[in-house]
């Protein structure tokens, strides 16, 4: 009697050990573990240097004086560079942040905003060569005259390089805008990873239980396997009404 009641007193202990390193993995309290998207406040601020460059070439449009035109223009072109480094180092942020939520197991969102992230660097690259295109094309053609054409009105390089970023402002106006609103509307919904979806809120653990290890991972897997089962299913049904085409063709001959 002495002995067993050692060797179920051993056994607690040992039990208590193996139901600490097994723990359920995923659970339906998904929501209370949700990371939100952390990029609203960079896409805001982009938008709002952008903005700014425009005001500061609106104003030196208006207030320089016509002998000063021309460094309001090179004025303009070294803002114009900044910009592209700032627009540059903003994408690697934000390419960042969303690789932390495909690791988190939200591969849907990633992929749906997977081109909309990095709309921003290519507009600015593209004004910012488009730039560089007509400030060639002037040197080429103007020369040695280049100075005097600054001191132009309506018509002097500082008034169409606010006009190109004025377009620009906008366009990222609309592109950074409707970002924001996905992004804001994907943080408010604390939906869980994609591995989660669908399960209830009262089931508690899902069964899924495993030695400790790296919930990203186990998330990322698990969603990449639905992922390859959607597509695979979705070529199984495309095979499956090819095969059906030609049995009704068979019939018919």
Not at 11 to 20: E, K, L, N, V
Not at 100 to 107: C, I
Not at 131 to 152: K, P
Request: net charge neutral; proline share 4%; charged share 15%.
């Amino acid at each position: 009697m002495d002995e067993a009641n050692r060797n179920s007193g051993d056994a607690g202990p040992q039990t208590s050990d193996r139901s600490q390193l097994i723990d359920p993995i995923l659970t339906s309290t998904a929501n209370d573990q949700f990371k939100a998207l952390k990029t609203v406040p960079a896409f805001s601020i982009h938008l709002l240097i952008s903005t700014a460059i425009s005001f500061t070439g609106v104003l030196l449009a208006m207030a320089s004086p016509p002998e000063k035109r021309c460094n309001a223009y090179f004025t303009m072109l070294y803002l114009r560079a900044a910009f592209w480094v700032i627009t540059y180092l903003f994408d690697h942020y934000v390419k960042h942040q969303h690789e932390q939520l495909r690791l988190n197991g939200y591969h849907d969102f990633h992929r749906s905003t997977a081109m909309h992230k990095g709309v921003p660097l290519h507009v600015v690259s593209l004004w910012n060569t488009a730039i560089l295109a007509v400030q060639a094309m002037m040197q080429h053609y103007y020369g040695e005259h280049f100075g005097e054409h600054c001191l132009e009105g309506f018509l002097s390089p500082i008034t169409y390089i606010t006009a190109f970023n004025v377009v620009e402002t906008i366009v990222l106006g609309c592109i950074n805008g409707n970002y924001i609103v996905r992004v804001r509307k994907f943080n408010k919904s604390g939906q869980p990873p994609d591995a989660l979806t669908g399960t209830s809120c009262n089931e508690g653990s899902l069964g899924l239980l495993q030695s400790r290890s790296n919930t990203a991972e186990l998330l990322e897997k698990q969603a990449d396997l639905i992922n390859f089962l959607k597509d695979h299913n979705l070529k199984l049904n495309q095979k499956l009404m090819q095969l059906n085409a030609q049995v009704r063709t068979v019939h018919i001959n």
